[in-house]
């Protein structure tokens, strides 16, 4: 058999939709025959991992633990979609609390049970946040944990070719960077449709202005739309999307979209958020975004609206305060 | 890219969670870059369109509709879904009557918009009555059309795996024949554990015979015990595995667990159900299982039972009597 890897590859919070819609994904990707079924709730669980043995895999090793000792010890890529769902009506930030306190604990497990984890990706909202969390307590280098943010960029690709009645390989490189919230920042100026510059196309009016301004709320509001339309969330965009970015870090091909990764630098300080990013058998690693001056702008608000939500998470006494990482993490 | 054909692919009953699977799993299989999603519930079905978009999926063409004309025509490979879902508590044969009648408009609108069809896959149950159905007022060869029976032999190897505490690898050719229900005939004398004959193992008490009944039991039931497990009808392996039928009848790997097929030989009559199959090109051929006198008997009654339904259908009026099935399909 032709996987990625031998090693052990952990799905977190895999009796849910998104969860287990990625031990199917990474089944089908042949990412590793070592695939352990991590969630709490067991009879969910065996559900899943009874589904998984159903379409009769050749070759893998399936296991399925409520123990968390058991799912973490010898893992070497670990996904998470392992927090509680938005619901309608929800922002992203609604989930603040309660997923900050499960990314704790995450973390904690994490360096408690497989400290030598070569990739994490975290995919539970608000992500650039339990991303953070996760990373601090887990006392993992930077380059080792990402988040889902790609589904911004994947969004407004998808609505460009909508718009424009063409198909999405006609769109290229969209990109939005910082938050993957509500407050994200959407980028014209890295994106081409049908060859034409997309900032060149709204300066000259090929898109009225209003229709890219409804565009971007299309994008922003992508996943809220889903809930409208589906009666749940998306679950299968956020899977494949997010078992792509581990196979990329297993040394399959590099994740190009952009991811959350964190950032310390002259710019931006003590903050995940998503970037320019390449996921590959190094890990996460990043360039600073470069757009109009209005973009870039707009993602130092978006910055300012993910520390602000960082302090809170502090002020909640989640995680201390950025003075006091270092003890934690020597990485961050 | 690497398709396996370039022809058009619809899925019918794409906005539910077999048909959503379906439409993910044909992609990540790159089975062709035309892929047809098709639902009466619109706004569920433009809520998968939309997660497929999401996925950035590249160089293919994802159609979404309400409309059966266009889902239909130009449609070389179908595969449906599209029947009421199982609940809690009720037997496949429940659902017999309404999904019958969805089966008859299914063959009827096949025969009006895509009557050159290469291969059609019937998953919704009861699947050897619904594909019978089907497949009488389609009016195609029955090469042509198979329904989902595998889920039965693959839950065989999964329980037998599990029973010995072994890899599911080290079971061979688990198989179970004839209804896709409760009256399934389960085959020991095909199979083999750690390279020794199950039946062998059965009659030297290293399976225990009530374990034996107690193992069979558990495949029969397969589907009940995820509903219980996870609140919710299995779907993953069923999109898995159909979709590997329609990949095997493109041209992909044969598929070669027991599909069910039309059957009109000396011993079974006018019927549709799980022989020894293979799906490949040509599409659904089979040869007739050999079991013990014990296990042939079980085939006859599953066979009798499904014979049971079969009549009932006709005298529910949906179909007509045997003796004028060729009027509506010479190859029956």
Do not use: W
């Given at each position: 058999m032709d996987?990625?890897?031998?090693?052990?590859?952990?799905?977190?919070?895999?009796?849910?939709?998104?969860?287990?819609?990625?031990?199917?994904?990474a089944l089908m990707m042949k990412l590793t025959p070592n695939i352990c079924l991590?969630?709490?709730?067991?009879?969910?669980?065996?559900?899943?991992?009874?589904?998984?043995?159903?379409?009769?895999?050749?070759?893998?090793?399936?296991?399925?633990?409520?123990?968390?000792?058991?799912?973490?010890?010898?893992?070497?890529?670990?996904?998470?979609?392992?927090?509680?769902?938005?619901?309608?009506g929800m922002t992203r930030e609604d989930l603040l609390k309660g997923n900050a306190e499960i990314a704790a604990q995450l973390g904690k497990d994490i360096r408690q049970y497989c400290p030598d984890v070569k990739h994490v990706?975290?995919?539970?909202?608000?992500?650039?946040?339990?991303?953070?969390?996760?990373?601090?307590?887990a006392g993992i280098e930077p380059s080792k944990l990402s988040t889902l943010a790609a589904l911004d960029s994947t969004r407004l690709?998808?609505?460009?070719?909508?718009y424009f009645g063409i198909s999405p390989d006609k769109v290229k490189n969209c990109r939005t960077y910082g938050g993957h919230g509500e407050q994200m920042a959407v980028y014209a100026s890295t994106a081409s449709v049908n060859g034409e510059a997309l900032d060149k196309m709204i300066e000259s009016g090929k898109i009225p202005s209003q229709d890219w301004v409804d565009l971007?709320?299309?994008?922003?509001?992508?996943?809220?739309?889903?809930?409208?339309?589906?009666g749940r969330s998306?679950?299968?965009s956020p899977s494949y999307i997010s078992i792509s970015m581990i196979a990329a870090a297993m040394g399959g091909t590099p994740f190009t979209w952009p991811s959350g990764t964190y950032v310390n630098?002259?710019?931006?300080?003590?903050?995940?958020?998503?970037?320019?990013?390449?996921?590959?058998?190094?890990g996460v690693h990043y360039k600073m975004p470069k757009g109009s001056a209005a973009e870039d702008a707009e993602l130092a608000t978006s910055y300012g609206h993910l520390c602000k939500l960082r302090d809170e998470v502090i002020e909640m006494g989640i995680i201390p305060a950025i003075a006091k990482w270092d003890t934690l993490n020597p990485h961050m």
């Open positions: 996987f990625l890897t031998n090693e052990k590859l952990t799905i977190v919070g895999a009796a849910g939709m998104i969860g287990s819609n990625m031990a199917q994904t991590y969630d709490p709730f067991g009879p969910a669980l065996e559900g899943v991992a009874e589904e998984m043995f159903h379409c009769a895999f050749e070759g893998v090793n399936i296991t399925y633990t409520t123990d968390i000792q058991e799912a973490f010890e010898g893992t070497s890529y670990l996904v998470s979609s392992g927090g509680a769902a938005r619901k309608a990706v975290i995919v539970f909202n608000p992500a650039d946040i339990t991303g953070l969390v996760t990373m601090l307590y690709r998808s609505e460009l070719a909508k971007k709320l299309r994008v922003v509001q992508g996943g809220k739309n889903i809930i409208d339309l589906r998306s679950f299968q630098n002259d710019k931006f300080q003590h903050i995940m958020m998503a970037m320019e990013t390449v996921i590959d058998k190094n």
